[in-house]
């Protein structure tokens, strides 16, 4: 049974960090690229970051220089590191795994930013 399941959501004040995670089951983790998207209320979903198998990283320009991805394959785990955070970071947080046709969600960790 494919699982991502996301954590470190929360609230947290303007200029402050937070660590998303998310661990992977019942896929060969280290073949897919992983990747995060973002949906704030009334918007469409969008790409914040990628992460291919072989570690290539890419970035939405919103978040270049504030966030970085990376992975643990020995923990079947990808992280979102999110520093500088703004109150329009504010959104619900998604994992997800592509691999050819294979695409797979998790159901996201609600990240909010406000003083």
């Known amino acids: 049974q494919v699982q991502l399941v996301e954590s470190g959501g929360g609230l947290v004040q303007p200029g402050g960090s937070l660590r998303l995670s998310c661990a992977a089951s019942?896929?060969?983790?280290?073949?897919?690229?992983m990747s995060w998207h973002r949906q704030a209320p009334g918007k469409e979903r969008e790409l914040v970051s990628s992460i291919t198998r072989l570690r290539l990283t890419n970035y939405a320009d919103s978040v270049k220089g504030r966030f970085t991805i990376s992975r643990d394959n020995a923990k079947n785990t990808v992280y979102l590191q999110m520093n500088s955070l703004k109150p329009e970071d504010t959104a619900v947080y998604y994992c997800s795994a592509e691999f050819g046709s294979r695409h797979y969600w998790g159901q996201g960790t609600q990240v909010t930013v406000s003083s």
């Open positions: 019942g896929f060969s983790f280290s073949v897919y690229g």
